[in-house]
Each structure stands twice: as C-alpha cells, then as structure tokens.
C-alpha cells in the first residue's frame, strides 16, 4: 500500500510540467524581450571566396514585457555578450556546419535598439569545410546528397546576455536563409555584391 502512494503524486507533477509555461518571451527572469529583425540578408555566398559569412544588418529591439512599466534608471538595459548560430538544410541535404557562438558586445537600452553591422554567422574556415567544401571544382563540384551545385541552408541565430541589474537575457530566435555555391573568378563579385 505504501509503494503505490508515490504512483498518484509523480503522476500529479507530470502533469503540472505538461502544462507547463510556453512563452518564448518569459523564458528569462528579466523584465524585458529582445526582437532580433535581419534586415538585409546576403543571400547567395561563393565558397570560392575564403571570407566569413556576415550579416549586413541585424536589428535588435528590447520591450518590456509589461508594457505599463517604466525603467527611469536602465536597470532593464541589456547588454548582450554573445551569440549562437545553428544552421539546417532547406534542400533536402542533411549535412551541416556545426553550431557556432560568436561575441557581441553591445548595450540595448530598454526600449530601445541596437544595429549590428556586418556580424559573422560563419567564419572563413568553415567556408572550406563540409559540406560547403564539396562544391569547389576539385572536390567534385556538387553536394554529394543533393547532387546539386548549390547547396541552400537557413541558420537561426540567437542572443544572450544580461540586464544591468543582472538578470540573464534570452533573444527571441530569428532565422535566414543562405545560397551556397561555387562561381568562378570571373563573376564573385557578382555574386557577393546581391
């Protein structure tokens, strides 16, 4: 009798963690949300060009989560200390860069914005690497899963960091999509100045 008095209490908890909350701007303690917008995208990248892949433009907006709150002092600006990148196949392909986290170092005051300019989601190195590296003409030209030239990915990207009163601080996640492919000497610049 005593062993099947726990059944009906776990079974109680899970059910109060089934419906537990699933507000993606409450995931954090702080008093405020940040909004990541890509502006302006790149789009199409020539791996034959050994360069980090940058975001031209990466708007970040902080709102407070109560909108009839005030913050006079700036305890709820946040200032943001990194950022992480998980990339995923839009073609088909299932091969991937691995995640990366990269620095960022800027203040968003609390209800306001911020503007990153040219912020890397993939460095040079990775360029070169699989499964971009099956598109250069040596190694065959073309992904090996999709048999295409072109292999097309969207990356999610997402910012942390912590409120001036030291609360952590959750971005909301945006995602963006990128075209790889190989483009001889003759037209990079074509292809990187879209």
Known sequence: MKKAAWIPTLLGALAVLATACTNKQGETEAPVFITVNLTVQQGFVNVG???????????????????????PQGFADTQLESYTVHWHRTDGGTRVPPD???????LVPSTGSATLANFPVLTASQVQL?????LLPFNGG?????GRSEIDMAFDI???????SGMRVQSDTATGP???????????????NR
Not at 100 to 106: I, M, Q, S, Y
Not at 142 to 146: G, H
Not at 158 to 164: D, I, K, S
Not at 178 to 192: E, I, M, P, Q, Y
Request: aromatic share 12%; charged share 15%.
């Open 130 to 134: 699989s499964p971009l590296d099956q």
């Open 49 to 71: 060009v050994v360069a980090p892949v940058q975001i031209p433009s990466i708007a970040l907006t902080s709102q407070l989560k109560n909108p009839s709150q005030k913050d």
């Open 158 to 164: 997402t910012f942390f960091g912590h409120t001036v």
């Open 100 to 106: 990366a986290t990269f620095p960022v170092g800027v």
């Open 142 to 146: 073309f992904d090996r899963e999709t």
């Open 178 to 192: 990128l075209f790889f492919d190989f483009t001889g000497a003759g037209s990079v610049a074509r292809k990187t």
